[in-house]
């Protein structure tokens, strides 16, 4: 068989056009070990408390109180209020609510319709939604018995409450990461839109408490 004589044997039929190299359509800009010096997956947290019986509060500010003689590192590890500590940014990819496994029946279904979550980034309010629609992704399973000899009006109500499968990839994600720079305030607002009580019942009445998990790639300069 003959060849044409511009083309070899190893492109013949084969187009002589060189690849394209696409861009990156990610919107966060890579930085070099030089600028930032570590990277590692990582996540930020922050939580708080409603008593029982108590009103849910109208609107409580997370991402807000640092580790301080307010909190402790079990319930955040922000160091800075509404921002990222010196010399450091975070590339969000997920947003988590985890409420408290115990939580009642009654204060769950309330939390999960009447409570929205919103968050915000340089003032402005970039996602919100119930709070149902941001599996926790995490958390345990209450699984155990209790002794009813006292029969029903005496017995303890045992609960087990998770939103959504505690499994790590059970969470809202984004598609592309969201880029929070050091001096970027940012938090995330929990709102009661409307207004309700936690659960006073002895036998199940505990109040409850909620974590928020902004899950994604923590960037620290070491030096």
């Known amino acids: 068989m003959h060849y044409p004589s511009h083309l070899s044997r190893n492109n013949f039929a084969r187009p002589q056009v060189k690849p394209i190299r696409m861009k990156n359509g990610s919107t966060a800009v890579a930085l070099s070990v030089d600028d930032i010096g570590y990277s590692n997956t990582s ?19 997370m991402f807000t109180v640092p580790v301080s003689g307010v909190k402790t590192k079990s319930q955040t590890n922000m160091e800075a209020q509404g921002m990222l500590a010196n010399n450091e940014m975070f590339d969000l990819s997920r947003i988590c609510f985890v409420p408290s496994t115990n939580l009642y029946p009654a204060d769950a279904v309330n939390v999960a319709q009447l409570v929205r979550l919103s968050l915000v980034i340089k003032g402005r309010e970039f996602l919100y939604g119930p709070t149902l629609a941001f599996p926790g992704g995490r958390g345990g399973l209450l699984s155990a018995a209790s002794n009813n000899t006292g029969g029903l009006a005496m017995a303890s109500v ?30 995330v607002d929990c709102v009661a839109d409307t207004a309700f009580n936690m659960t006073a019942t002895a036998s199940g009445g505990l109040g409850g408490t909620f974590y928020v998990f902004l899950d994604g790639k923590r960037l620290r300069k070491v030096a």
């Open 43 to 61: 996540f930020l947290y922050d939580s708080f408390s409603v008593a029982q019986a108590a009103p849910f509060p109208s609107t409580t500010p």
């Open 158 to 187: 045992l609960t087990g409450y998770a939103n959504g499968v505690p499994e790590i990839h059970n969470a809202f994600s984004f598609e592309t990461p969201i880029r929070i720079a050091n001096n970027d305030g940012f938090k």
